[in-house]
């Protein structure tokens, strides 16, 4: 990682963020201040800076390659999906708790959710029937019930958790490893086009700019569909920071933008 661009209550705090990511001192980097950022008054319009600083890089004398066409391109897709396997890595938090596989066989497992999940709908008040749907290895757990809204939540925080304890469950139970989904309705559709359409918003936006965005903080799955998103398109690059469950998106230009 050559640039790496953070956001902290102070300048300052940005500019040691960012170098401590990238592994050098001061002096071994150039610093743009893009936001000075301020404190508010009791609370209320604060707003962090954000920096972007980048690694000094040593000139060298290397031998031209002989397909250099072939070697940009490859900078290229590498820029398009920025580190893919460190933000799977990153965004798979679940995964990674429940690693080691069930004792039970998959069948038992996805019943031992359903019923995990009928009992918490009949303790929210909101009484739900389940219909299970696999496909290879991944399981939808589609919940119908009259107070739908109880069960999807603000913003849709309640489905989100439901989601997080089913995939948490099955992975402890289930001897093969599978990804969980549940849905109510057509919630999960409807929330995808919403992602794709932030999506599009935010290279709009980062493009015309030329500035980073940083995004609202969402779950992971969700931040997953962003980064497939924009993993299309070279003009930006994407990465998470901060803890769950405050974790977001940073999506900025990328080299070639630049």
Known sequence: MDKYTAKAPTVEEAIEKALRTLGVKREEASIEVIEEGRKGFLGFGQKDAVVKVTKHVAAEATPVP????KHEQA??????RPDSSRSIEEDQTVEEE???????????????VAAYLTNIAETLGAPASIKVEQQDKQVVFHLDAEKAGVLIG?????????Q?????LLHRHAKS??????????????????????AERTAAKV??????VFLEPMPAFERKVI????????WVTTHSEGREPHRYLVVEPSEKQI
């Open 66 to 69: 002989k397909t250099p066409v």
């Open 75 to 80: 900078a290229e897709v590498e820029q398009a």
């Open 98 to 112: 429940t690693e080691e596989a069930g004792t039970r066989n998959d069948e038992e497992a996805i019943d031992l």
């Open 154 to 162: 603000k913003h849709g925080k309640v489905l989100n958790a439901l």
């Open 164 to 168: 997080s304890l089913a995939q948490v």
């Open 177 to 198: 490893k599978m990804v969980a989904i549940v849905n109510i309705g057509d919630y999960r559709e409807r929330r995808e086009a919403i992602l794709k359409r932030l």
């Open 207 to 212: 493009k015309e700019t030329n500035q980073p």
């Open 227 to 234: 980064h497939f998103y924009l993993s299309q398109d070279t």
